[in-house]
């Protein structure tokens, strides 16, 4: 788990491969046996819930290790680009057996460590702390990881030979994206100090900023200035959530690193030339129409390369470097001493006999 979250926040290659890799799975008899007071059935059930709770981080990070070896290797990124046209269709095939084993991780959460039920219950206070927050953190920044492959190979097909992927599946992959945008932004803004005050897993901080970098690199690829105001403005919610997460008592400090990227990437984006005004219909064959336009390539120095396809392939590649946590150098994310997402909108993947697309 430390090696696999680790090389995901900081951008590193792991050091741990599943060739070399023989630990068996976890049983109940690999816990210590701890005694507690019979005649407390709450201490029992706590001591429980931790157990299971370490278990399904376990699985979680095993599926993180995949998503990891399958597109965040230096082969792997060959691999997509030397599919030139089809690196797209490439990257969903890929995607669709890990993003069911993400969603059948998910939907197998025993009923003690889902946010769900929790959520509803929160009109009563909790008499204990619950550290449950930061496994569905890490669902979420798992699920964010794979998008954002899926985004970035959209987006660097077009800016670097000018190939346009299919609009139907640009459409689609965008609007499965934008779910797990609001799916992670609602779990944070629904955090209370029952959950802020309990124990956070190390990668945590960095977790709440992969949300940060994702809403940017979706902010830096709209094709529309409807699109770009409405994660402009999703950006802007999501730095208040923050502000007041990390007031004295309550996060400790848990966001301050997502803050500060919040604010880095907001000024990368800002370099960004202005979005076409499209229809309110906004539909895909408009979205294909303004990309076709003849926008000023945003060069690597920073100045025009001439006209052509819009291309926010320099941002992408600061966003990328922000994402891979090369920014810690600035800020780096300590883990807490003592702090402590959810159930969001899910999509499969499903192959279609002329690409990949996404449904519901």
Known sequence: MQDK?????????????????????LTPGDF????WDKDDAEERIEIERGRTLFVQMVLLSQVLAEILETFYTLQATQAVT?????????????????????????????ASIRMDSTFQSSSAPLTRFSSIGYLHLAYFAAEITLHSRIIRSIDLAAGAGGVDVDPYIQHICRIAAKARLISAMDFVNRLTPSFLHAFWYFASKANFALIVTFASLLW????????????RRRLGEYWWTLSVLSKPGEGKGLTEFAMSMLDITTGLLKQ????PL??????????????RQSIPMFGVGGGS???GTMSSVPIMSALSGLMSGEVSRVASPRSPTSESTDEGMYGNFSATAGGAGLGD
């Not at 210590?32 to 005694?35: L, N, R």
């Not at 830096?220 to 994660?231: F, L, N, P, Q, V």
């Not at 499209?278 to 990309?291: F, M």
């Open 32 to 35: 210590p046996d701890v005694e």
């Open 5 to 25: 979250w680790s090389a995901l926040i900081h951008g590193r290659p792991s050091h741990i491969f599943s060739s070399n890799w023989a630990v068996l799975p």
């Open 278 to 291: 499209l229809s309110r219909s906004g539909s895909a064959v408009d979205i294909d129409a303004a990309k």
């Open 220 to 231: 830096a690829t709209s094709s529309g200035r409807d699109e770009t105001d409405w994660y």
């Open 305 to 307: 390369t001439g006209t």
């Open 272 to 275: 960004l030339p202005e979005k």
């Open 82 to 110: 030397n599919a030139g046209p089809q690196g797209t269709q490439l990257v969903l095939s890929l995607t669709k057996p890990i993003q069911l084993k993400l969603k059948e991780w998910h939907s197998g959460l025993p």
